[in-house]
């Protein structure tokens, strides 16, 4: 599948739907995006002086953490 265009991403600020959550969101959940997962929207959330950009993936889509084995 090709790519979205950046300009037909959602971008939501200071909130978005309950249904989309960031990675650490994701992992306080035990889950993460899977391995061909995209971005769903974009999340903009801006506090006092600073702005912090982050991607939102649908829980839907989301698959169980996988634990990292020490080699």
Do not use: W
Request: aromatic share 4%; net charge positive.
């Amino acid at each position: 599948m090709p790519p979205m265009p950046r300009d037909k991403i959602p971008i939501y600020h200071q909130t978005h739907p309950a249904d989309l959550a960031t990675i650490e969101a994701l992992k306080l959940e035990g889950l993460q995006p899977a391995d061909c997962q995209r971005v769903a929207a974009l999340f903009n959330l801006r506090s006092h002086n600073r702005e912090h950009l982050c991607g939102l993936y649908r829980r839907s889509d989301a698959v169980t953490l996988r634990v990292k084995e020490n080699a």
